[in-house]
């Protein structure tokens, strides 16, 4: 708990909450500005599937830079101030790479939990004709939170690894644009899952038709990919684990 703490004080002046808020203000603002601009006599009774499919594209895009820049404004403290011999002749070196990755993942939780409950709540506003698919949100849950996690996992080892920020930053600026264009790709490519940054969209429940002829888009259930997910997650603990043996042999 003394390390938790001493960390929160470390970074009170870095704002980094008000990175995720930024992103999740711009998320909401958008997304209501959709619901708002939508005839929804052509998606009745696929409301929630049209937002479900809408925030896994937007967070595919925003996102990765997103987590780039929070996770550089946790690890950069130690490097501008070249403070990491210091740092550890008072608390295990491994603490310092475990506190950063844990104090990412409670502002990930957060995160998800709110753009989460955001769904719920725009449905309400526009008293949308769906019922409420549980199911569907719980999955949207699952792959926000858990690709971030794997991904911030990713972005903590090039920052701690990296005399410059720039790396990582750049890292999460090639995500972004690897989410731009996501959706051009199909989902069961299998180049399309060789990259991390595309699984908040092929962790969505949710697919869409458009039929050119009559300019209808249908919005249908597809199952959860449970292989290629497992895949992507033991990636993330190879990635947690490289990166703590190659920080833990740092020249510091």
Known sequence: MRIFFTELKKIRHRYIWLVYGAVFVVLTLWIAWCMSEMDFSDISGQEYFYLLI???????????????????RLCDIELKGNTFKLLCTMQPRHSIYH?????????LLVFSLA??????????????????????????FFTTFSVSLV???LQ?????VSVSQLLPLFVGVG??????????????????????WDYYFIGCPINMYYNAATRQTTY???PFPKGAFFGFLLFG???????????????V
Do not use: D, W
């Open 175 to 196: 995500g972004t644009f690897v989410g731009i264009f996501s959706a051009f790709f199909p989902s069961q490519s299998f180049f399309f899952r060789l990259l991390p």
């Open 54 to 72: 809408s925030l896994s594209l937007m967070n595919s895009i925003f996102l990765p830079v997103t987590l780039a820049c929070g996770v550089s």
């Open 115 to 140: 753009e989460t409950a955001l769904i719920p709540l725009i449905g309400c506003y526009y008293k949308v004709s769906q019922p409420l698919p549980f199911l569907h949100i719980g999955l949207f």
């Open 156 to 160: 903590q080892t090039l920052s701690l």
């Open 151 to 153: 991904l911030s996992v």
């Open 220 to 222: 249908f259930e597809i």
């Open 237 to 251: 603990i190879f990635i947690y684990f490289l990166g703590k043996i190659i920080f833990m042999k740092k020249e």
């Open 99 to 107: 506190i950063k990755l844990f104090l990412n993942s409670l502002y």
